[in-house]
């Protein structure tokens, strides 16, 4: 290591810390030229059909890698594929493309490239940075849809790359960024970005360190140059003296060890500084997620989504195929609590061979304990016989969903008498004592709860569906997603009196809906009362690190200052400060993330 | 038809609010135009209207033609009105 040590400011747009040899990625992924190419014009229809046919395989292409990154992701970043979906089924270009084919006989792939490179050239010239950007998602996608046409063969990164390297690119298009294999991809440098670029986005959801605006003379290294990128500063070194290595290694090591230490802290205890517990839990829907839910220290599943199970069954899976099931999760859990919410599914999610219900809105239709009492009780009977069985073997507990009404309870309880004296009758082991729980996850419910919680062993607080239904909101539906709030004093009214109704009943409550592992509510959740959180695994060591920095005193009077509040832009307020006081190195990466 | 609209949120006609738009343009089987001082984008576009590049401040005129016009025209000055939203 002859040479000199060399020092570039440069942008940061995700921190962290990488030290490495580079791999250098040219931009031939990109297309930038296609050659001119007529046909005749009995060929135009032909034309048109590869060029519908490279749209629609495009945007499978993107649907699927959406699927592939969904729980990677924030909901947030997911957006990026939507305005690349938007991108591919834009009228305007759709038209421009259509007749370049029909009047100009030009060929699909030149068309496409033609009518695309208008947009990129207008939007490049933009002032406001944010749209500027915004030609990197129209050069992003027309390349994909081009890949479909042959001009631009073999550039797959991940064969590409030996070896754990920083990238360095000239530029790096969203999907590539999705794209980069994390296990091989320290971080990396690119040329040309921005801090509000969807490459950024994505590179601070992978956690990958990343820069941009580097060198030129970068791109000219030898590979084995060893760099150093320096996501928090901005600065990108090259050849870095020993002394510069040390610091660099030390600075490396403080950052990753924020993380890893939120794995170490795995085993502890969710335990405020004042003493309060509440009990970790995951929610989970196969059995291969029990070994990610132990990973991250979870101590219970809070929530097992059983129509998961049936969705992947050409059939509803039989009696003794659900007992196996369930009896394999007690065990994987050692004896530790599993929920198992019952069948909840609405016309929409089971397909035509089972459920065969057109419904005008699914969301308000016969869907969940409504289903299974009315349509499907024969297939809802079998799932409790399965569940009666398999309570033999550990503490299973049954949880209804989309309850509304007490009488829903009641009529639950009487079936699962009847399954229990049937199968007394066949001298077959079950639990006699299987402990019931219910969802709260509509106003009505919660509205109730006083009636409810007396007739059921726990309470289950499903957010998603409160918030959609007391907001009267689509979550699906983006133009009203503003009106998502599980901070409006109306959703937390719903959730005190929930837990009200538990503390007077003896029983306890849980929340595990979205909201749970959001750090951001966690302070509320707890001064609220509640006594579990269920959550994807990977979210429980953040949601840890938050409950081991608070007092529950803090969090009591946060919650009660909530309440008081007219909006979820006050509550969110105030929590926001909370956190930033009690932990601010979480306070840090999720105001990054809610900054945009 | 037509009405005038001024972009009032703070990002102006960045991608969601083109987005919402085109989005909302699709309901309608109205011809739906906006004007930025001559340079006219169809509403179903959302890069038509990325590329106005229409910053906060700046005055559009909203113009329906069809069936449902006066519809699409109300729904799409409402976005503007609401400021798409923004916190």
Redesign the interface.
Request: hydrophobic share 35%; aromatic share 0%; glycine share 12%.
């Given at each position: 290591m002859s040479s000199q040590e060399k020092v570039f400011q440069v942008t940061p747009i995700s921190p962290g810390i990488a030290i490495g040899k580079t791999i250098k990625i040219g931009t031939s992924h990109l297309v930038e030229h296609v050659p001119e190419r007529f046909v005749a014009e009995h060929e135009t229809a032909n034309e048109l059909e590869k060029f519908h046919d490279a749209i629609k395989k495009t945007k499978n292409s993107i649907n699927q890698l959406k699927e592939r990154l969904k729980n990677k992701l924030a909901t947030s970043d997911e957006a990026i594929f939507d305005t690349h979906l938007m991108i591919l089924e834009d009228m305007a270009l759709i038209t421009d493309v259509e007749n370049l084919i029909n009047t100009e006989h030009k060929a699909a792939e030149c068309a496409i490239f033609e009518a695309s490179e208008r947009y990129v050239k207008v939007l490049e010239d933009i002032a406001d940075p944010y749209l500027r950007e915004r030609a990197a998602d129209v050069r992003d996608v027309r390349s994909r849809v081009l890949e479909n046409f042959h001009v631009n063969e073999g550039n797959s990164l991940e064969k590409n790359i030996s070896g754990r390297r920083i990238v360095v690119a000239d530029e790096l298009t969203p999907s590539e960024t999705a794209h980069l294999p994390q296990d091989k991809v320290l971080g990396f440098a690119v040329n040309v970005g921005s801090p509000t670029s969807h490459t950024a986005i994505l590179a601070r959801s992978m956690r990958m360190p990343a820069v941009v605006g580097m060198p030129e003379e970068l791109m000219n290294l030898d590979p084995d140059t060893e760099i150093i990128i320096d996501g928090f500063a901005g600065r990108l070194i090259i050849n870095p003296s020993d002394h510069t290595l040390d610091i660099y290694s030390l600075k490396a090591q403080e950052a990753n060890d924020f993380y890893s230490s939120l794995l170490e802290e795995a085993e502890l205890l969710a335990e405020t500084q004042d003493g309060f517990i509440v009990q970790l839990a995951g929610n989970i829907e196969k059995l291969e997620d029990v070994g990610e839910l132990k990973k991250f220290g979870g101590e219970a599943v809070g929530l097992f989504r059983s129509e998961i199970s049936f969705l992947s069954y050409p059939a509803p899976p039989s009696e003794e195929e659900q007992f196996k099931l369930y009896k394999e999760l007690l065990s994987r859990m050692d004896g530790r609590m599993v929920v198992v919410r019952t069948l909840d599914v609405g016309g929409d999610k089971l397909n035509d061979s089972v459920f065969r219900h057109q419904e005008q809105n699914p969301f308000l239709g016969l869907r969940g304990i409504r289903l299974c009492l009315k349509a499907k009780q024969d297939i809802f009977r079998t799932q409790l016989r399965a569940l009666l069985r398999a309570g033999v073997y550990g503490d299973l507990k049954i949880m209804l969903p989309m309850l509304t009404s007490v009488h829903e309870i009641v009529e639950v309880k009487n079936i699962i008498e009847e399954l229990k004296t049937e199968l007394k009758k066949e001298k077959t082991d079950f639990s006699r004592k299987i402990s019931i729980g219910a969802m709260i996850e509509t106003p009505a419910s919660a509205l109730l709860v006083d009636h409810i919680a007396p007739l059921v062993d726990f309470l289950s607080i499903g957010t998603n569906d409160l918030v959609q239904y007391t907001m009267a909101i689509d979550r699906s539906n983006d133009l009203v997603t503003y009106l998502y709030q599980p901070a409006n004093p109306a959703i937390l009214e719903l959730i005190g009196r929930t837990v009200i109704a538990a503390k007077e009943n003896n029983i306890w409550v849980s929340v595990c809906g979205q909201m749970a592992s959001d750090p951001l509510y966690t302070p509320l959740l707890l001064g609220l009362g509640v006594n579990e959180l269920s959550m994807d695994p990977a979210s429980l060591s953040i949601i840890r690190r938050v409950i081991r920095s608070l007092k529950m005193s803090e969090a009591e009077f946060l919650a009660s200052e909530a309440l008081k509040c007219k909006s979820s832009v006050d509550v969110r307020k105030m929590s926001v400060e909370l956190l930033r006081k009690t932990v601010p190195e979480i306070a840090d990466i999720i105001i990054m993330e809610n900054e945009r | 038809m037509e009405r005038e609209v001024t972009v009032m949120n703070a990002?102006?006609l960045?991608?969601?609010p083109a987005?919402?738009i085109?989005?909302?343009a699709?309901g309608y089987s109205s011809e739906i135009m906006l004007n930025k001082s001559g340079e006219i984008?169809?509403c179903?576009?959302?890069?038509?209207i990325?590329?106005l590049?229409a910053?906060k401040g700046t005055t559009l005129i909203i113009s329906a033609e069809g069936d449902d016009a006066e519809d699409a025209l109300n729904a799409i000055y409402n976005l503007f009105q609401t400021k798409f939203?923004e916190?």
């Open positions: - | 990002l102006g960045h991608a969601r987005a919402m085109a989005k909302c699709s984008t169809n179903k576009s959302i890069l038509g990325m590329t590049s910053g939203d916190e």
